[in-house]
Structures are given as C-alpha cells and as structure tokens.
C-alpha cells in the first residue's frame, strides 16, 4: 500500500492468477469486495471504508494495473481474460461467500466481462455495485484506444508516454482532474498512484485493454440473476449517462443513483451517497 494502514487494518498477500496481490481488510460485518481501475491503487477507496467499516468487511485489493507495490517480472503477460478473472480468483483464495462486489472504472468493466467467466468464484458474488465504469464501446473509452495500441505495438515508446502521466506531479494531477470533479488534496495524489518501477506492468496491462467484438457487445449481461445497483455521475467526460441506461436496460435486477456533477470516479466525488448504496445492498443480502 502507498499509505499507512489504520491499526485496525491488516495487510495480506494472496496468489491469485499465479501472482501475489496485496489485500487490506478493514471492518467487520458482511464482505465487500472493491475492484479499482487501471493506474490507481486501492487506496482510492479509503474515503467510502472509512464510512463503512464499522457495519461491513472491507476488502481492499491492490490489482497488478500499474500502482502496486511489486513488479511482478517479464514472465507476466496478462490478457484480458486474466485480469478480468482476477476478482474471482481473489474470491476464492479469501474463501468469501455471497460478497457484494463493488467495480469502478476499467474495474467496473472487468467485473462485467467475469460476469462472462467459467471461473468458480463467479458462485462466491451474491450482489454487485457499479459506478462509472467500462461497458460495450466504452470498453475501454475511446480516447484510450491510441494509448492502448501504441502499448501493443511498441511498449517501448508507450513508456515514455505512461512515465509522465503515472509518476510524476503534474500527471498525476491532471489524471485525477479528468476522472474527479472534486480537488483531492495535493498530499493525497501521490498516495493513489505507484510508483515508477512498476511501468513496465502498466503498459501490459494497458495493452490488454482490446477487446473483442463478443466482449464489447456483453450479450450475456441480460443472462445475469444478481441484484445491481449502479451510482453514477453524470457529469463523467468517458461514461457518459447513456451508458448507465444501456446497463439498466441489460441487467434484468438493476437500480440507479445518479450523482449530480460527479465524474468517474464517484468514490471521490460523493463518497457518502456510494458508501450508503453499498452498505444498504450489502446488509440487505444478510437479512
């Protein structure tokens, strides 16, 4: 983790996909799963666990995405398929049942694409809780698409755009402000980054980042027998509002809460209103 864990946090490492990834749990009560986005770690999380830990578990995962704390080698290549699973297969190495699993940005998207998966940690979600997040053309948003074919085509050159973005202040800053409408505090920024000795998994991370025509057209979302709530904020420049209503019109168990003004990263934006989606949803599944 890039920061300092509560004293009523603790910190593990588990394999999953073959390769180890740090998970913070914090509370008590029923299991919550958080799935980030790429580029971010779990840290960017900590404004809605802090408002509920006290009546659920919170698990916390730091996915390989390009902020973790380990890089994992040259013998890693990912695919989409792989990351994907990795909600999963965290699942099932945490031995969790009936979890409510809570997705945001490309983390959202992998969450819908497991939803696809053989893996038998798909048994192990009793409940999902999206915001923003990847979906059908906007998997990934087309602004990316450039970024992710200069990454497939030559990871080299693909460094030197990542490097500035990723790791350095001015980056960071301007990430943040594209996916949040709020200020984060400047000595908060770096904590929900990496740091540079991991690039080269970011830029395979992001080459995995091409979907299929089947993945993208998510025919098996209308299939899905989970309860789903989606926030979203309506003001997000990559998923747009008419992306939340393609879901809703999918998924056959949906709500929405819209968030005024937020973007895509509404655990930033409005952190008490997500907090109380997921804990209402996730108490509602011990009842």
Request: net charge negative; aromatic share 6%.
């Amino acid at each position: 983790m890039t920061t300092e864990a509560a004293q009523d946090d603790e910190i593990r490492t588990v394999t999953a996909g073959g390769i180890p990834i740090q998970v913070r749990k914090v509370g008590t009560g029923p299991d919550v799963l958080f799935v980030h986005g790429v580029y971010v770690n779990g840290s960017v999380w900590d404004d809605v666990v802090d408002l509920l830990k006290d009546q659920v578990t919170c698990w916390v995962p730091t996915l390989p995405l390009g902020a973790h704390e380990t890089p994992l080698g040259s013998d890693w290549q990912p695919t989409l398929e792989s990351i994907s699973d990795l909600p999963l297969q965290l699942l099932e190495a945490l031995d969790l049942t009936d979890v409510t699993v809570v997705g945001n940005d490309s983390g959202g998207g992998f969450v819908l694409l497991a939803l696809n998966s053989a893996h038998v940690g798909l048994g192990r979600i009793g409940r999902l809780v999206l915001t923003n997040c990847d979906s059908y053309d906007h998997l990934p948003p087309t602004s990316f698409n450039p970024l992710i074919d200069l990454c497939i085509a030559s990871p080299e050159i693909a460094r030197d755009q990542l490097r500035p973005m990723l790791y350095s202040a001015a980056g960071q800053a301007q990430f943040l402000e594209s996916v949040a409408s709020s200020k984060i505090p400047g000595a908060r920024v770096p904590t929900l980054f990496g740091r540079e000795d991991v690039l080269d998994d970011a830029v395979k991370a992001t080459a995995t980042l091409k979907p299929t025509a089947d993945q993208q057209a998510m025919g098996w979302l209308t299939s899905v027998d989970l309860p789903v709530d989606l926030v979203w904020g309506d003001a997000d420049v990559f998923f747009p509002p008419s992306d939340c209503d393609r879901l809703v019109a999918a998924l056959p168990r949906t709500t929405v809460k819209w968030i005024p003004g937020a973007r895509t990263y509404t655990q930033l934006d409005a952190p008490a209103e997500l907090a109380d989606v997921i804990r209402a949803a996730a108490l509602a599944g011990q009842k």
